[in-house]
């Protein structure tokens, strides 16, 4: 029993527009909202309607007014590219304001739709809060996209301008950003009117016709004001993929996320205005929107931005490295980071050469925390380890185990309780409450709190149809788990064809398209399959054509080229093996549970419906022959 926590999240539930109204108090507004809640057209449920505010002026200008414009904002170490940089309140304020003004002279207006493709360098950060400061609407793309998914985030946003950068740096090779970004447009069917480039040090290049540099796109602008904006009108979007191959527009609106940010940085992470807080997640995700840049900020909180892996940049000390130079209160990574580093320094050699007094909680999420790797993490740090889940849909953490309410007892395999806000259930396929500890869908009565997602990008219908209606009142969360009695929530699996590759959400149903567009191949699947750092890595069946006289080895290297040249590197996807025929059900659905089980060695049941039970071990056999699985 947790009297704080549970007296708050009653609260939360019990008086929903009572609770985030004394929320709202805490975060600047030019002019108050009308109401708490517009609940007049479910489920466009609106937070804080009429409310006038701006998000760089919550994140940047209020802290500078409030006499704190020399506490560091944003601290850069990049291993990658040997630069360590940090930047004040006052010193972010001018950068970002004079390239807002930039902005506004080239002609982007409010609600203007920018698309933002870059490495994890500071000017990404400014981009963002300059699009914020006039209002304009950002789309953040991770550099580990290909061309054809950014074309395909240029087209659905009807983007005016990109942001992007000379190059990126992967360990052992420099990704260079132009090539990708002219295929972009050459594939997207509306053109954006300009590129500004950030030329790297050291790493410029040529630029085209439609290019700008960065460092001239800037040379005349002034620096502005914050706009005015309504508390609905849209802050960003970020693409992120659905239940079919086209990605989903999450839109998030700005007054909701300003007061449900602010809100979580010292409920759920415990951490207070000057407080040295790092996530270390990229900004082309949402973990990296909310925690690397906004909560951080709206917090008045000196945020660390890492331009690095966990492990080979230079070693696996990295992020003990970071910790101890920059004395970070707090953590927030994705498991596969401690894993990655678990693999390379099982005892923790490189731990102990540091200093980590000042470090208190280390916060786990973007996928399932495996109780080992907590263990593990606990062992080494001796302090607390929390997992908490949420996902690009609510902005923040749907549940957890909240830090700033007092912690309770750690069920390694939950992900914590309910975070206030949200009154999580487990409904069976009809409709009714599940009992606790029995498994079903996750979802959330409506409404959901501020800071979640009102709508998808010019998508009324398939927010509507997607989310809302397969359990009306509910919105379905495509996770599955239970509830214990106690109140612990576990996350067990996706419902839908969603994986999760080293902390990145992918959809097999768009790698299963771009497979079928290989002339050999008949027939495929895509499945997620268990891997040991990367939590689930993707592994493709196909069925060739027949006549095809390629050797099958060949079309197995043309399909890994093609999800690498459609989708990206970020996909993972090595492992494809040629199969006969893929198990079906009588009615003709693939059998992807059963063959993922298989892979993964667990036991799994015959299913009822199978067409043909013998398709079983052929394919394991194949899994066998091509050394997914050992005999
Ligand atoms: N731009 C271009 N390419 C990128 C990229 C970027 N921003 N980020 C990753 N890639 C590439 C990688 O170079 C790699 O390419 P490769 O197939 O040629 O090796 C591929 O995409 C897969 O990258 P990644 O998922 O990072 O795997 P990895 O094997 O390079 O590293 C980890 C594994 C665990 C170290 C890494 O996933 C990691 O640091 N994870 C941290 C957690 C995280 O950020 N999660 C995000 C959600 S919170
Ligand atoms: P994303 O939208 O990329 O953040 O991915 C969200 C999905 O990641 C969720 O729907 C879950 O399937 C998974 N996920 C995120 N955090 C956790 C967690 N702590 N435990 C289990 N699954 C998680």
């Given at each position: 029993?947790?009297?704080?926590?549970?007296?708050?999240?009653?609260?939360?539930?019990?008086?929903?527009?009572?609770?985030?109204?004394?929320?709202?108090?805490?975060?600047?507004?030019?002019?108050?909202?009308?109401?708490?809640?517009?609940?007049?057209?479910?489920?466009?449920?609106?937070?804080?309607?009429?409310?006038?505010?701006?998000?760089?002026?919550?994140?940047?200008?209020?802290?500078?007014?409030?006499?704190?414009?020399?506490?560091?904002?944003?601290?850069?170490?990049?291993?990658?590219?040997?630069?360590?940089?940090?930047?004040?309140?006052?010193?972010?304020?001018?950068?970002?304001?004079?390239?807002?003004?930039?902005?506004?002279?080239?002609?982007?207006?409010?609600?203007?739709?920018?698309?933002?493709?870059?490495?994890?360098?500071?000017?990404?950060?400014?981009?963002?809060?300059?699009?914020?400061?006039?209002?304009?609407?950002?789309?953040?793309?991770?550099?580990?996209?290909?061309?054809?998914?950014?074309?395909?985030?240029?087209?659905?946003?009807?983007?005016?301008?990109?942001?992007?950068?000379?190059?990126?740096?992967?360990?052992?090779?420099?990704?260079?950003?132009?090539?990708?970004?002219?295929?972009?447009?050459?594939?997207?069917?509306?053109?954006?009117?300009?590129?500004?480039?950030?030329?790297?040090?050291?790493?410029?290049?040529?630029?085209?016709?439609?290019?700008?540099?960065?460092?001239?796109?800037?040379?005349?602008?002034?620096?502005?004001?914050?706009?005015?904006?309504?508390?609905?009108?849209?802050?960003?979007?970020?693409?992120?993929?659905?239940?079919?191959?086209?990605?989903?527009?999450?839109?998030?609106?700005?007054?909701?996320?300003?007061?449900?940010?602010?809100?979580?940085?010292?409920?759920?992470?415990?951490?207070?205005?000057?407080?040295?807080?790092?996530?270390?997640?990229?900004?082309?995700?949402?973990?990296?929107?909310?925690?690397?840049?906004?909560?951080?900020?709206?917090?008045?909180?000196?945020?660390?931005?890492?331009?690095?892996?966990?492990?080979?940049?230079?070693?696996?000390?990295?992020?003990?490295?970071?910790?101890?130079?920059?004395?970070?209160?707090?953590?927030?990574?994705?498991?596969?980071?401690?894993?990655?580093?678990?693999?390379?320094?099982?005892?923790?050699?490189?731990?102990?050469?540091?200093?980590?007094?000042?470090?208190?909680?280390?916060?786990?999420?973007?996928?399932?925390?495996?109780?080992?790797?907590?263990?593990?993490?606990?062992?080494?740090?001796?302090?607390?380890?929390?997992?908490?889940?949420?996902?690009?849909?609510?902005?923040?953490?749907?549940?957890?185990?909240?830090?700033?309410?007092?912690?309770?007892?750690?069920?390694?395999?939950?992900?914590?309780?309910?975070?206030?806000?949200?009154?999580?259930q487990i409904l069976k396929p009809d409709a009714t409450q599940a009992k606790p500890?029995e498994m079903g869908d996750v979802v959330?009565k409506?409404?959901?709190?501020?800071?979640?997602?009102?709508?998808?990008?010019?998508?009324?219908?398939?927010?509507?149809?997607?989310?809302?209606?397969p359990y009306q009142g509910y919105?379905?969360?495509?996770?599955?788990?239970h509830i214990?009695?106690?109140?612990?929530?576990?996350?067990?699996?996706?419902?839908?064809?969603?994986?999760?590759?080293?902390?990145?959400?992918?959809?097999?149903?768009?790698?299963?398209?771009?497979?079928?567009?290989?002339?050999?191949?008949?027939?495929?699947?895509?499945?997620?399959?268990?891997?040991?750092?990367?939590?689930?890595?993707?592994?493709?069946?196909?069925?060739?054509?027949?006549?095809?006289?390629?050797?099958?080895?060949?079309?197995?290297?043309?399909?890994?080229?093609?999800?690498?040249?459609?989708?990206?590197?970020?996909?993972?996807?090595?492992?494809?093996?040629?199969?006969?025929?893929?198990?079906?059900?009588?009615?003709?659905?693939?059998?992807?549970?059963?063959?993922?089980?298989?892979?993964?060695?667990?036991?799994?049941?015959?299913?009822?419906?199978?067409?043909?039970?013998?398709?079983?071990?052929?394919?394991?056999?194949?899994?066998?022959?091509?050394?997914?699985?050992?005999?």
């Amino acid at each position: 029993m947790n009297n704080k926590y549970d007296n708050l999240y009653k609260a939360s539930i019990a008086n929903p527009e009572k609770f985030w109204d004394e929320a709202a108090k805490d975060v600047k507004w030019f002019s108050p909202y009308k109401k708490v809640l517009d609940n007049s057209n479910p489920p466009f449920y609106r937070w804080f309607p009429e409310g006038k505010i701006n998000t760089c002026f919550n994140a940047i200008d209020r802290h500078v007014e409030e006499g704190n414009g020399s506490r560091l904002a944003i601290i850069y170490d990049s291993p990658v590219s040997s630069k360590k940089i940090s930047f004040s309140y006052s010193e972010v304020k001018k950068i970002v304001s004079t390239f807002a003004g930039a902005l506004k002279d080239f002609g982007i207006k409010k609600n203007d739709r920018i698309i933002i493709y870059m490495p994890m360098i500071p000017e990404a950060v400014f981009a963002m809060l300059a699009c914020a400061r006039i209002g304009a609407v950002h789309s953040v793309v991770f550099g580990g996209f290909a061309a054809n998914e950014l074309a395909a985030r240029i087209n659905d946003s009807e983007a005016k301008l990109i942001i992007s950068a000379s190059c990126g740096f992967e360990p052992g090779r420099i990704i260079q950003y132009k090539p990708l970004l002219d295929e972009a447009i050459r594939l997207a069917t509306l053109k954006p009117k300009k590129c500004v480039i950030f030329q790297r040090e050291n790493n410029s290049v040529e630029l085209g016709v439609n290019d700008i540099s960065w460092q001239e796109f800037i040379k005349n602008a002034k620096e502005i004001d914050c706009e005015h904006m309504d508390a609905n009108d849209p802050a960003y979007i970020l693409y992120t993929s659905g239940t079919t191959g086209t990605p989903k527009g999450i839109v998030r609106d700005i007054g909701g996320h300003i007061v449900a940010l602010k809100w979580s940085m010292k409920n759920i992470y415990n951490i207070n205005p000057g407080d040295i807080w790092w996530s270390a997640s990229d900004i082309g995700w949402v973990v990296g929107h909310s925690y690397i840049v906004y909560g951080p900020l709206f917090h008045g909180c000196t945020t660390i931005l890492y331009e690095g892996k966990p492990v080979g940049t230079p070693d696996a000390g990295s992020f003990w490295r970071i910790i101890s130079e920059y004395k970070v209160k707090s953590l927030f990574t994705a498991p596969t980071a401690f894993r990655a580093i678990k693999k390379e320094d099982p005892e923790g050699k490189f731990f102990k050469k540091y200093d980590l007094s000042k470090f208190e909680i280390l916060f786990l999420a973007g996928e399932r925390a495996d109780p080992d790797t907590i263990k593990w993490a606990e062992n080494l740090l001796k302090k607390p380890v929390i997992d908490h889940w949420w996902q690009t849909e609510t902005g923040w953490a749907i549940s957890a185990n909240c830090a700033g309410l007092g912690l309770f007892k750690t069920k390694y395999g939950s992900a914590g309780k309910a975070v206030p806000g949200y009154n999580i259930q487990i409904l069976k396929p009809d409709a009714t409450q599940a009992k606790p500890s029995e498994m079903g869908d996750v979802v959330v009565k409506l409404p959901l709190p501020p800071g979640t997602f009102p709508t998808l990008w010019k998508a009324d219908k398939r927010y509507k149809e997607n989310y809302m209606d397969p359990y009306q009142g509910y919105y379905k969360t495509y996770d599955a788990g239970h509830i214990d009695e106690d109140g612990y929530v576990w996350i067990m699996s996706r419902t839908d064809d969603i994986i999760n590759v080293a902390g990145h959400r992918l959809s097999t149903g768009s790698m299963e398209e771009i497979l079928s567009e290989n002339a050999s191949v008949a027939e495929c699947a895509v499945l997620g399959i268990a891997d040991n750092l990367k939590g689930q890595i993707p592994l493709g069946l196909i069925v060739l054509k027949s006549g095809v006289t390629k050797k099958p080895e060949d079309i197995s290297k043309e399909c890994i080229q093609m999800i690498r040249d459609k989708i990206g590197p970020v996909a993972a996807f090595k492992n494809v093996v040629v199969v006969k025929r893929l198990p079906k059900t009588r009615s003709g659905k693939i059998l992807r549970g059963t063959v993922g089980k298989i892979a993964d060695q667990v036991p799994y049941k015959m299913p009822a419906t199978i067409d043909d039970p013998t398709i079983l071990d052929e394919i394991k056999s194949s899994l066998i022959e091509s050394g997914i699985i050992k005999n």
